[in-house]
């Protein structure tokens, strides 16, 4: 008993000074541990930065071709900027999400495979992305031929529609270039040449700016001119990003084209669709959104305001869509070495980075609410719309600096199966029917609709993908992609 007892005496009668010394190794301990999380903290930022921080040049300066494109536009009148809005925002909106969804594929197999190391892979997965992009591309061609009998249709006023069926017709070139740039810009991007992609945006916005002043302006072709500009500077894109890859830039990864690319396709569309089906569910809803609007009295200054409001969300947008693109990097990097809690760790810093953002940008809004649309139009009632819509404007800013990060941890852990069911859920069964009820049955308008369908199906979707995430089992997703790095 008494030996039992020893330890709790002599444990009371320590000095004072031992406690001390004990204390203090504790403490010391503990900062140990807080820089090594900090050096953790700054070592992942590192990593994710220098994939963000060119990805967010390089979406923003091929976003800001489309705004440069309907600023020109916006300038020419109000029926012009209200038919390149619809054509540019909805009819290849529309193509554009599904398309650009579908070559996410490349990110969970080329993620993953150069995490693995398995080099010789990525050429082959983007000619297979090639392929099956370039023959959805001819499936998707009566979206731009019969712009303007669809937009009658569905109600659109009978000026708009037929110059935006004009317009469309005009962009279909663009439209084929969507089949190659995407795989191109995810080959390099999982790669970490995100720099050769912001240099060769650098030179596709400059040669819009110029072709734009000079098809506009100098040849007077209108907005057609506009639609021109817009084709070449997007080609630009993909012969430049080619150029670098074919020509010595990517040696482990690009050894010309092979017959492999044609083999394994069944399997590789079923991904690239589940990512198509994932990413336009999302993109589709806010150009339902412009749709809905046009059914509202003094519709074109209401699809003006908000088209003005979907350009300023969608360009401050291509920040967060930078951290989709690192974060899908980053996880797949880490899961195909089999690293589950780094993949984690990645998710972690990644959401906190960008929410910290987002944060930045919606007080800037709010400040700025009565200045925000003198950049795209000087009438007055446009202006005074988009005052009135800037509140719900800052709001789905800051959804969406958190949304689609999470969206990036499901493509880099290949869940885009599962996460198009939830967008199809919160979007299609919650978020449209309630901003329509909002919008006709209370009588709210354009606020109405909108303030619904950010509730419904934004908010909703983002508590979902955040649970799924937090309730991830990193360790068994790292071991599905070693397993699918090997089939």
């Not at 010394?21 to 994710?48: A, F, G, I, M, P």
């Not at 997965?125 to 019969?146: E, G, K, T």
Request: proline share 2%.
């Amino acid at each position: 008993m008494e030996d039992l007892n020893q330890p709790l005496l002599q444990q009371a009668s320590r000095e004072p000074q031992d406690l001390e010394h004990d204390q203090d190794q504790e403490s010391k301990l503990q900062d140990y541990y807080n820089v090594d999380r900090t050096s953790r903290v700054c070592s992942e930022s590192k990593k994710l930065w220098l994939i963000v921080g060119p990805a967010i040049f390089s979406r923003i300066a091929a976003f800001s071709m489309n705004v440069i494109t309907q600023s020109f536009a916006g300038h020419l009148g109000d029926v012009e900027l209200a038919s390149i809005s619809i054509a540019n925002t909805v009819i290849v909106g529309f193509n554009f999400g599904l398309l650009l969804g579908m070559a996410s594929a490349l990110e969970t197999l080329c993620g993953q495979a150069f995490g693995a190391k398995r080099y010789d892979m990525l050429g082959i997965y983007m000619q297979r992305s090639w392929i099956v992009l370039f023959m959805c591309c001819f499936l998707l061609l009566p979206f731009y031929i019969f712009t303007g009998p669809i937009l009658k249709l569905l109600g659109q006023p009978d000026e708009v529609a037929e110059q935006s069926g004009l317009v469309a017709l005009w962009m279909i070139p663009l439209h084929f270039s969507f089949a190659f740039q995407f795989p191109l810009q995810r080959f390099l991007q999982c790669q970490l040449k995100n720099h050769v992609i912001a240099w060769v945006s650098l030179v596709g916005l400059a040669a819009n700016v110029v072709t734009s002043w000079l098809f506009v302006y100098v040849l007077d072709f209108g907005v057609v001119g506009a639609a021109i500009a817009l084709d070449i500077s997007w080609w630009v894109l993909v012969f430049g990003l080619f150029g670098y890859a074919a020509l010595g830039g990517c040696p482990l990864t690009w050894t010309g084209f092979s017959i492999q690319a044609f083999f394994g396709l069944w399997e590789f569309f079923k991904l690239s669709a589940a990512s198509g089906l994932m990413l336009c569910l999302e993109n589709w809803y806010y150009r339902i959104l412009i749709l809905m609007t046009g059914h509202l009295k003094n519709a074109t200054v209401a699809v003006d305001a908000l088209s003005i409001c979907m350009t300023i969300n969608g360009w401050e947008m291509m920040i967060p869509l930078a951290f989709f693109a690192g974060t899908g990097v980053r996880v797949a990097n880490e899961l195909g070495a089999g690293n589950g809690r780094a993949a984690k760790f990645a998710t972690i810093v990644s959401v906190v980075q960008s929410t910290m953002i987002g944060l930045v940008f919606c007080v800037l809004i709010v400040v700025f609410h009565d200045k925000i649309a003198y950049i795209f139009s000087s009438s007055t009632d446009v202006l005074r719309a988009v005052d009135e819509f800037s509140s719900l404007l800052a709001v789905s800013i800051l959804l969406n600096s958190v949304q689609p990060v999470l969206s990036g941890v499901a493509v880099g852990s290949g869940w885009q199966a599962m996460v198009a069911y939830v967008n199809l859920a919160c979007y299609y069964i919650i978020g449209l029917p309630l901003g329509f009820l909002m919008g006709w049955f209370f009588h709210m308008g354009v606020m109405g609709i909108w303030g619904g369908m950010i509730f419904g199906g934004t908010a909703i979707q983002t508590m979902i993908l955040a649970i799924i995430t937090i309730r991830c089992n990193w360790e068994e997703e790292a071991e599905r992609a070693s397993i699918r790095v090997k089939r």
